[in-house]
């Protein structure tokens, strides 16, 4: 065994290189990289790890591109743009990111031996992800701008974000002494009500009743249960007239199926939260996209001036809207 093993050293002349993803090429090869094989002084199991991190982060947080017993690896336009879409970038400008190996010999007591890095621009595509969805029709529907009235066709949809079987979403109710059901697909040949009113699942069960309001409505079919939390929208933070004691209410929009207000901000920070407390819910912005995470990151606000605020939960991912006027 040496004491001074010689770390893998990749071969691909890739430094600098620029790469242009495009959707229709997603399954072509976008690189191949080779590199040298580790050496430990002896006959050792290596197995490689290629690492992917944002330029100027050392690789404090990368993504595993992939491993392998072999010195080289090839890598689709695809797997590269899935990566970098889950490193947060977008496609509206190049990702500049880095690339090594590591050399790992399972079960033995040494150290790994990593790679000099490659440096890279690549421009990634964005991909729509069509969700799992389940239905909410009901007689509230034709006055609360849903089409007709217990239509599975133009009911609005709860969103399985993780494709777990919970389902999330939002739905306007206009009116008091209104009922619903979950429909699985856009018809009635499997639909869920509820026989007891205890939140319970029940196969072809009962309406569902429901006063006015605007619903957080989850379904768990794991377990056959659903919950709902009746919710009011504002703005809370220094940069609106509230700080962060006062919300600014928005007011629902039904033609939009948005929440919206026109509004004077500061420079600062906000967030959006529902019924004035931040027990129930609260929304942020982790990545400066303008999609909503739950209990996210507050949102900067970089410039004073008057503002129309968007709060977009009726279509999926979630989001929002900060235009100037």
Do not use: C, H
């Amino acid at each position: 065994m040496s004491s001074s093993p010689d770390a893998p050293s990749i071969t691909s002349d890739m430094e600098g290189q620029s790469f242009q993803l495009l959707e229709d090429e997603a399954d072509e090869i976008l690189f191949t990289l080779e590199w040298t094989a580790a050496d430990y002084g002896y006959d050792a199991a290596v197995e490689y790890e290629v690492q992917i991190s944002e330029t100027g982060d050392n690789f404090e947080n990368y993504n595993e591109l992939g491993s392998t017993a072999e010195t080289e690896i090839s890598f689709t336009v695809g797997e590269v743009n899935s990566e970098l879409i889950a490193m947060g970038f977008d496609d509206t400008q190049d990702a500049e990111v880095q690339i090594r190996v590591i050399a790992k010999v399972d079960g033995a007591e040494v150290d790994e031996e990593v790679s000099e890095p490659v440096s890279l621009m690549i421009r990634p595509y964005l991909v729509e992800i069509e969700l799992p969805e389940i239905y909410v029709p009901g007689g509230y529907q034709d006055v609360s701008g849903y089409g007709n009235e217990w239509s599975p066709e133009d009911a609005p949809p709860l969103f399985s974000f993780d494709d777990d079987d919970v389902y999330t979403g939002y739905v306007y109710i206009a009116e008091d002494d209104s009922e619903y059901k979950f429909t699985y697909e856009r018809s009635w040949d499997l639909n869920w009500g509820d026989d007891e009113g205890d939140g319970t699942l029940d196969e072809d069960g009962a309406n569902i009743p429901a006063d006015a309001g605007y619903y957080l409505m989850e379904v768990d079919l794991n377990d056959e249960t659903y919950s709902v939390l009746d919710t009011e929208w504002g703005i809370v933070g220094d940069a609106t007239p509230g700080d962060w004691d006062g919300d600014t209410m928005l007011e629902y929009d039904m033609e939009e199926k948005v929440w919206a207000v026109d509004v004077d901000l500061v420079e600062g920070e906000m967030k959006f939260r529902a019924n004035q407390t931040w027990d129930d819910l609260d929304y942020g912005d982790n990545t400066g996209d303008g999609t909503l995470d739950e209990g996210g990151e507050n949102i900067p606000v970089e410039e004073a001036g008057n503002y129309t605020v968007i709060l977009n939960l009726g279509e999926a991912p979630f989001s929002y809207e900060l235009i100037m006027n």
